[in-house]
């Protein structure tokens, strides 16, 4: 017969998917229970690559995969398509960053069709259409009215190449994430969200994730949110009206602080510096020009020498009167805390650096070789992993300890010292009486203290969402009235888009000029578009009703839909995109038009798709042309390939991933299929009952697979059940055989996962209607399912020694192997030596030592 052509069935039944729409999500009158399943959204940048692939192949298997268990399934496709990458694009070819856009979006519309996927095509929106971004201006006019969105003027991130501030997440080790420029500090006066409002939560909430998101992720989280629980204490300032306050973690040392240091950078230091003499100011000045070309990163590193200057200015102890010099410098940072700092030599190692360079004087408050009951000792280690010990040596006393001299800093636990009133307490009690002593004396307070920051979400560039405010003349900010939103980005021609730190929106005279809607004087619009990420932080909602022209997202919807069951894509989002949407979520449950306070219920990160060990992106140069591979080797044989190549969450190198062994196994499906001879009517319980075996036992164990992502455990399995299939077919009860054909419309509906267009084809050979991918997952036959097992002997010189439960189909190699190491066989061999066995499986051994 006709050997099996791929591409023709791959264009045969995406023609009938787009005919019948088979996928599109039931309504209302739907009785299946709901599933949301949702890739992260495509940015269109160019045509998609083999990264991309790998993202569709696994969000397509598992909303196919609910589909056959069952599942009324949602699962939209859209494109994340305002930003940076096409206003660049635009200005380098004298474009439309909106032609640009739409036309890739068309591209990869039609890239995703050729790949087999799915969606729910109706549903289909981008950020970029006004009926989108409508939205995202009624969001932030709601954040706006509770408080959640503010301007402010402060240092922020500036990418001196895109001519653009950038959020911290969008900053990686100093550089910008887009361009790679060293980003610099500028002071701006920007729009931003209040994130840090929700931290807290931001926090505590990871813990419902537990176990369904990956690890990594939330510890991602965690440490982005970083949350420090102290104290903050003021300190009267010599010459100065009002206090210092410095956040600590370590209250409970108070006693021990010899100085205090406040970031050089800070408008604090420069007060202080200022107040001084002129011969400080003078040094302070050029201490702060060499400060500000420094990253945070290395003024952060522990190991680089320690430099400052002294203020000549003191600080007075709240809790013992004593005088404190005030030195800047720059390991102390201006947006931390309060940018200053008591610094505790004896216990803190940076502060300890500092004070052995400057000649500081060092007090031990904890003797950390004094026990501690109850309280579990901190261990902590050196470079090689050894524990260090801080009491080791038998009488070691804590003079022997002396940080001045040793230059290591006690951080451990113990029992107070040289601390008043908090002597002889242990660090947690100590911490909990000195809050309340300072407190009550108005000096500090318990208080905690965040990494996170609020979220600056003010662009200058052009291709964003126009951020709906007006400025008046007299100086009021005031939203842009509903009746005149969606306030839409004017056309592009004739606007000069080129970076120059300022809104090109602002030149669009017409668009900037309105008028102050309380007084109806003449007031501008706010010229800065939104962030991007405020588009992707709540988009899931609108793929719940994407046309409504009235409303965001239907809460009824939501209530129906969300939160999204499994979300899929790639770890880059692990902190910004996340931590925003799930941001969003909790401000929308606080409005009271959502009742989850969680986006997302289960994250599925996969790994990335590597060439020569990098990252496979059009920006890399690397792209493996997913559009030629779509004719060969064809759709079905990228998605196999990609799915067997490893588990999910690993980094698959492009150069392993075979797709002609994935071609060879389709066809080998497909032929399986073909030579069935048998008609649907068959009885199955006439079949071969070893291979039936195999089908039941896939039957039974791909459902938790597939929950655990295991798609290439699944894939393997089911080419197990393939050749098993063939070699009934070819050695056994033949095509004819219902065990065949049951091993066939199961291998169909299975691989329907990964090959959906081959299981169609196989499915309509084997006599049935379209389509493969809405039949119900079959049953496993629970009697097929136990293992069948025997008793077999183990006779040693006609004696029974030993009996052994083994598989029935166990060989006789196998057999002998068991009986020899068993070991009360050995025991009554000792050391005679066998010198016969007679194997007879699966039911005895006979082994003769004479
Ligand atoms: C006194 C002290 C004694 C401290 C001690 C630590 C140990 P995390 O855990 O990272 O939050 N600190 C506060 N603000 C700072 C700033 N703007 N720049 C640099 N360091 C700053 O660290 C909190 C600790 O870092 C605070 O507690 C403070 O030093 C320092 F034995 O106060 B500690």
């Known amino acids: 017969g006709p050997g099996f052509d791929a591409y023709a069935i791959q264009e045969k039944w995406q023609s009938r998917w787009r005919d019948a729409d088979p996928f599109r999500t039931g309504g209302d009158d739907d009785a299946r229970p709901r599933k949301y399943v949702l890739g992260m959204f495509p940015y269109p940048s160019g045509d998609m690559h083999m990264g991309h692939a790998e993202n569709y192949a696994y969000v397509d298997a598992v909303a196919r995969f609910w589909r056959h268990r069952g599942y009324n399934v949602l699962n939209p496709v859209g494109w994340d398509s305002f930003g940076l990458p096409a206003e660049n694009a635009a200005i380098q070819r004298g474009a439309d960053p909106r032609e640009w856009t739409y036309a890739n979006i068309a591209q990869q519309r039609e890239s995703l069709g050729n790949f087999g996927t799915s969606y729910d095509w109706s549903r289909v929106l981008h950020t970029s259409d006004p009926e989108y971004y409508r939205w995202n201006q009624w969001l932030f006019q709601k954040l706006y009215e509770r408080g959640l969105a503010y301007r402010k003027e402060s240092p922020v991130n500036w990418c001196p190449n895109d001519q653009t501030v950038l959020a911290n997440e969008q900053v990686v080790d100093g550089h910008c994430e887009r361009c790679g420029a060293e980003v610099v500090k500028k002071k701006l006066t920007q729009w931003y969200f209040k994130i840090t409002d929700y931290a807290d939560r931001l926090l505590d909430d990871l813990n419902q994730l537990e176990g369904s998101w990956p690890q990594k992720v939330i510890r991602m989280q965690r440490n982005w949110i970083g949350r420090s629980v102290g104290a903050d204490i003021d300190f009267e300032i010599e010459g100065r009206d009002e206090k210092i306050t410095v956040f600590s973690t370590r209250p409970d040392t108070l006693y021990g602080a010899t100085f205090m240091v406040v970031a050089p950078d800070s408008d604090l230091a420069a007060e202080l510096a200022e107040g001084s003499t002129p011969e400080v100011q003078a040094r302070f000045q050029t201490y702060l020009e060499g400060v500000q070309r420094e990253t945070d990163i290395a003024r952060q590193a522990t190991d680089r020498p320690k430099t400052g200057v002294f203020l000549d200015r003191f600080a007075v102890n709240p809790i013992n009167g004593e005088r404190l010099p005030i030195w800047a410098a720059d390991y102390v940072l201006a947006d931390y805390g309060h940018g200053a700092v008591m610094a505790v030599p004896a216990h803190d190692q940076r502060d300890l650096d500092f004070a052995r360079a400057f000649d500081l004087p060092v007090r031990v408050v904890v003797d950390t070789t004094a026990p501690i009951t109850g309280a579990i000792p901190v261990i902590e280690l050196d470079e090689n992993g050894d524990p260090i010990d801080p009491t080791d040596g038998d009488d070691a006393s804590i003079d022997d300890l002396n940080p001045a001299r040793t230059g290591i800093a006690l951080t451990g636990e113990g029992r107070m010292i040289n601390s008043g009133s908090l002597d002889g307490l242990s660090k947690r009690n100590a911490i909990t009486r000195i809050i309340e002593q300072l407190q009550s004396k108005g000096a500090g307070r318990a208080s905690k203290t965040y990494r996170l920051r609020d979220w600056l979400i003010s662009r200058q560039r052009f291709w964003g969402t126009p951020i709906p405010m007006i400025h008046t003349e007299d100086g009021r900010i005031v939203p842009v009235p509903d009746d005149q939103l969606p306030l839409m980005l004017p056309d592009a021609q004739g606007l000069d888009l080129a970076p120059r730190g300022t809104s090109p929106l602002g030149a669009a005279t017409e668009w900037v000029e309105t008028v102050d809607p309380e007084t109806g004087e003449p007031a501008l619009r706010d010229a800065d578009t939104m962030d991007t990420f405020v588009d992707s932080s709540w988009y899931f909602l609108r793929f719940l009703a994407p046309r409504s022209a009235d409303q965001a997202f239907p809460p009824r919807e939501a209530d129906k839909w969300a939160p999204v069951d499994s979300y899929i894509g790639g770890v880059e989002h692990a902190i910004l995109h996340l931590l925003y949407a799930r941001f969003i979520t909790k401000v929308l449950f606080d409005m009271g038009l959502i009742e989850f306070t969680e986006p997302f219920s289960s994250l599925i990160n996969q790994g990335m798709v590597l060439l020569d060990g990098s990252k496979m992106s059009k920006s890399k140069g690397n792209l493996v042309e997913f559009a030629a591979s779509m004719k060969d080797p064809g759709a079905d044989a990228v998605r196999v390939a990609i799915a067997f190549a490893g588990p999910v969450e690993d980094d698959i190198q492009w150069e392993d991933v075979s797709t002609t062994g994935a071609q060879k196994f389709l066809a ?39 929950e655990q992502t295991k798609f290439n455990v699944v894939l393997a399995r089911l080419m197990e059940l393939v050749n098993a299939t063939r070699k009934t077919i070819d050695s056994g009860a033949g095509p004819a055989d219902p065990a065949v054909r049951e091993a066939a419309e199961v291998t169909a509906m299975v691989l329907d996962l990964f090959a959906p267009h081959t299981a169609e084809e ?56 068991l009986a020899r190491g068993d070991a009360r066989v050995q025991r009554s061999l000792g050391d005679r030596e066998v010198v016969r066995a007679v194997v007879r499986p699966p039911k005895v051994v006979s082994l003769s030592t004479r």
């Open 762 to 817: 196989m499915w309509e050979i084997l006599g049935y209607k379209p389509f493969v991918g809405l039949v119900p997952w079959r049953a496993a036959d629970p009697t097929l399912l136990v293992e069948d097992t025997v008793t077999a002997v183990v006779q040693i010189d006609g004696k029974v020694r030993a009996t052994l439960e083994v598989s029935a189909r166990i060989d006789a190699a196998e057999l002998e192997r």
């Open 668 to 706: 080998r499906a497909w032929r399986v299929a073909s030579d069935v001879t048998s008609h649907p009517d068959v009885i199955w319980a006439e079949g071969d009952a070893a291979l039936r075996r195999v089908t039941h036992r896939l039957l039974a164990d791909a459902p938790g697979l597939v």
